[in-house]
């Protein structure tokens, strides 16, 4: 089993920056791919960044392409995720989820999730 913690989420002006962070407890976060999702109110979930397990390939929605980056840290057992130049309809609920083998741009391959941090961007 792994455990999931997102944090580093708030209220932030557009064209700001928040920082996420996807802390791992119970296994190793090196073994796995990490992907970031988000769902706005009323909204379903949608994909916005994935990164593989030893951050060979990173893979992002085309809206947060070139203004969002993923990154971790397997020492400390953590994910990131750099939000740039924000803009209000990236409100919304973010996840990280955890996989094996390769990331993935799609919610059913993860097993694991955590239970989100609410991102708000303020025009």
């Known amino acids: 089993q792994v455990q999931l913690v997102e944090s580093g989420g708030g209220l932030v002006q557009a064209g700001g920056s928040l920082k996420l962070s996807c802390t791992a407890s119970?296994?190793?976060?090196?073994?796995?791919?990490v992907g970031w999702f988000r769902q706005a109110p009323g909204k379903g979930r949608e994909f916005v960044a994935a990164?593989?397990?030893?951050?060979?390939?990173?893979v992002f929605a085309d809206s947060v392409k070139d203004r969002f980056a993923a990154s971790r840290d397997n020492a400390k057992n953590t994910a990131y995720l750099q939000m740039n130049s924000l803009k209000p309809q990236d409100t919304a609920v973010y996840y990280c989820?955890?996989?094996?083998?390769?990331?993935?741009?799609?919610?059913?391959?993860?097993?694991?999730w955590g239970q989100g941090t609410q991102v708000t961007v303020s025009s």
């Open positions: 990164i593989s397990e030893r951050s060979i390939s990173t």
């Open positions: 119970g296994r190793t976060l090196s073994t796995y791919a």
């Open positions: 989820a955890a996989k094996l083998i390769g990331a993935s741009r799609y919610e059913n391959d993860y097993r694991y």
